[in-house]
Structure formats: C-alpha cells, structure tokens
C-alpha cells in the first residue's frame, strides 16, 4: 500500500529510514527549502526513534530538514555531484 508521510502512523521500534527527494539541475535549491524543512518534520514525527538517511546534492538542502544530518559519502547520480547524508538516533 501507498501513503503519503504526513498520512503516516509514528512507527514503533527503531531502524532506518532512506530518502531521496527531488531535487536537480532544474531546481532551484532555495524554492525547496519549505520541502525539504517540512520532509525533516515529517520524518522526526513519523519515525522517531529511527536513523534517517538523505540523498541530495548539497549540505544545504539537507540542512534545511533540520535533522542532525553528517555526510557520509560523496556520489554521483546520472552525473550529478549528490550527498548520502545521515542522522542517528541517540
């Protein structure tokens, strides 16, 4: 089944949840970063005691979620510089 994340019970336990949001060469960053604050509120809510992983392409898209975010590698996508990005849970 398919549903949309602010749809989403909160999920009990723990584990990792992986990301990847729009994003492009025809995006402008700075119009997503409403998205990109909302998706980190959305995934704090619905996966609490979760890891949360994010492909982007820049620290500041990222950052924008508002999770404690730390770049783990550096990948290329279709020729696209992006980040994988991860939180942890404490």
Do not use: I, M
Request: net charge positive.
């Amino acid at each position: 089944s398919c549903t949309s994340l602010e749809k989403l019970n909160p999920q009990p336990d723990c584990g990792l949840v992986v990301c990847n949001p729009p994003y492009g060469l025809r995006l402008a960053p700075k119009a997503f970063t409403g998205f990109y604050a909302q998706l980190g509120a959305e995934l704090t809510r619905a996966f609490l005691a979760w890891s949360k992983a994010l492909v982007c392409p820049n620290t500041g898209l990222a950052q924008s979620t508002g999770l404690d975010l730390r770049q783990l590698a550096e990948l290329d996508n279709g020729g696209l510089s992006v980040g994988l990005f991860l939180s942890q849970t404490k």
